[in-house]
């Protein structure tokens, strides 16, 4: 699986992005796509996760209540709508897939997009 992601930019806080994930070569029912995002000097962690196949959705607390992730399976993209943006959430952003293993722990996945910076100003 390939996967492209784009959308990030600079908001104030308050604001809001959309994240957009194109996916190539998805052949699996099971598979999860997930976003992470790691900010400097922090390790990448989790953010929100999706079952392709069913809709299952989940979230960190962190972003749970501001931010949405979806799917368009037409397109094969994955969004992650992001409102109420905070300064604490400014991070470069990952799209990623993988067919078993831990929804939340990143070592699990084993494909990734390139990120794409998020950058909230207060």
């Known amino acids: 699986v390939q996967l492209q992601a784009s959308g990030g930019g600079l908001v104030q806080a308050g604001g809001s992005l959309r994240l957009s994930c194109l996916a190539s070569?998805?052949?699996?029912?099971?598979?999860?796509m997930g976003w992470f995002r790691q900010a400097p000097g922090k390790e990448r962690e989790f953010v929100a996760a999706m079952r392709w196949s069913g809709g299952s959705t989940f979230y960190a607390d962190s972003v749970r209540g501001r931010f949405t992730i979806s799917r368009d399976n037409a397109k094969n993209t994955v969004y992650l709508q992001m409102n109420s943006l905070k300064p604490e959430d400014t991070a470069v952003y990952y799209c990623a897939g993988r067919s078993s293993g831990s929804i939340y722990v990143a070592g699990a996945y084993d494909s990734w997009g390139q990120g794409t910076l998020v950058t909230v100003s207060s």
């Open positions: 070569g998805l052949t699996f029912s099971t598979y999860v």
